[in-house]
C-alpha cells in the first residue's frame, strides 16, 4: 500500500489574528504550529505584522456567503489583501480562492439551529461554475500568489463532474500540489463523506479536507488505504477545539479568560495546542496502523 513520508499536515483554525503574530494587547500568544486564519478577521487588521508561524489562509467563504447569500468581496480586493499579507507578514503557504459552498442551506436559506442563512438561490451547478471561474480569475490576477482550486458539490457525482469543468476551462487537478475539497465539514464522518475523498483520489488527486478533523480524518484514511490511495490526504484543518470548549464550557486549570477571569477555553491557545498534540498523536498512530490492523480510536476529547 502506498502512502506520503508523513501522515497528513492539520493545520489549526485561529479565532483571532494575534494568534499568527504572538501577542495582543491582554495576553501574550506563542503558537509553533501551521496556522488557519480567516479572512473575515485577520482582512480587517489595518497593520499587519511578521508571522511567526507558516499560514493557510482560509477565505472565509461558508462565514460570509452564508450571510450575504453572496460575495461581498471582490477578487481583486481579496487578491490585494493577500498581496500585502505576503509582504508584511510572510510565510503563506497557500490560500483558498472565494468558491462557492454547496450545502442545501447555502443555496436555499433558512435557518440551521441558531444560525440563518441568506440562500444564494442557485442550483449546484452554478456553484460548481461561480467557484471555477473564481479561481480561473484569481490565477489570472496573481498568478504569483499560492491560491489552491477547490471542488465543490453536494453528491459524489458532482465532484466528478467539477472536476470535469476544470478540465474544460483547461486546469488539470491532477497536476496541481493541492486541491480543496469543500462542502464536506459537516458530514466528513460518513459513508457519503468517505465516498467523495475516495473518487477524487481515484481520480489522481492530492487533497485539503476543509472543516475534516478527528474522528472523519480516521474514516477517510480507511477509505483511502482500501484503494492504495493513503498518500491522497496532503493535509486538514479544523477548529473543532474551540467548538468542544464552548459546548462544554471547559476551562483548563489555571486559565483566566474574559472580563471575569471564568471564562471558557473557547479562544485559549493552551487548550487549542493540547487538544492539537492528542489529534496529532492519534493520526499519526492511525496511519501507521492502517497497514497492519485494526485502528482504535482513543482520543477522548474528541469533538
Not at 475523498?197 to 481515484?202: D, G, K
Amino acid at each position: 500500500m502506498n502512502g506520503p513520508a508523513t501522515s497528513p499536515l492539520f493545520w489549526t483554525g485561529v479565532p483571532a489574528p494575534a494568534w499568527v503574530f504572538g501577542t495582543r494587547r491582554t495576553e501574550p500568544y506563542a503558537i509553533d504550529w501551521p496556522a488557519f486564519p480567516s479572512f473575515t478577521s485577520i482582512g480587517q487588521v489595518r497593520n499587519l505584522r511578521p508571522a511567526l508561524t507558516d499560514a493557510a489562509m482560509d477565505s472565509g467563504g461558508f462565514t460570509l456567503v452564508s450571510k450575504y447569500g453572496e460575495w461581498p468581496v471582490t477578487p481583486a480586493q481579496y487578491v490585494t489583501f493577500l498581496r500585502r499579507y505576503t509582504a508584511e507578514s510572510g510565510r503563506l503557504i497557500w490560500a483558498s480562492p472565494q468558491d462557492w459552498m454547496c450545502e442545501p442551506e447555502i443555496i436555499t436559506g433558512g435557518r440551521r439551529g441558531p444560525e440563518v442563512y441568506a440562500g444564494t438561490g442557485l442550483s449546484v451547478a452554478e456553484h460548481q461554475r461561480l467557484t471555477v471561474e473564481n479561481y480561473l480569475t484569481l490565477r489570472t490576477l496573481a498568478p504569483e500568489l499560492p491560491i489552491i482550486p477547490v471542488v465543490q458539490g453536494w453528491e459524489v457525482h458532482e465532484y466528478e463532474r467539477c472536476v470535469e469543468l476544470y478540465d474544460a476551462h483547461g486546469v488539470d487537478l491532477r497536476t496541481e500540489p493541492l486541491v480543496g475539497v469543500g462542502s464536506v465539514c459537516r458530514r466528513a464522518d460518513t459513508p457519503t463523506g468517505a465516498a467523495i475523498f475516495a473518487t477524487l483520489a481515484r481520480a489522481g488527486l492530492r487533497m485539503h479536507g476543509f472543516g475534516v478533523h478527528t474522528r472523519a480524518i480516521l474514516r477517510i484514511l480507511r477509505a483511502l488505504a482500501e484503494i492504495g490511495r493513503i498518500d491522497a490526504l496532503i493535509s486538514t484543518d479544523s477548529m473543532a477545539w474551540s467548538a468542544l470548549a464552548r459546548r462544554r464550557n471547559l476551562r483548563l486549570p489555571g486559565c483566566q479568560h474574559g472580563v471575569t477571569g471564568d471564562g471558557n477555553c473557547a479562544n485559549c491557545p493552551v487548550w487549542a495546542g493540547l487538544w492539537r498534540g492528542d489529534l496529532l498523536t492519534d493520526i499519526d498512530r492511525w496511519y501507521r496502523d492502517l497497514t497492519t490492523g485494526p485502528v482504535q480510536l482513543a482520543m477522548g476529547g474528541a469533538a
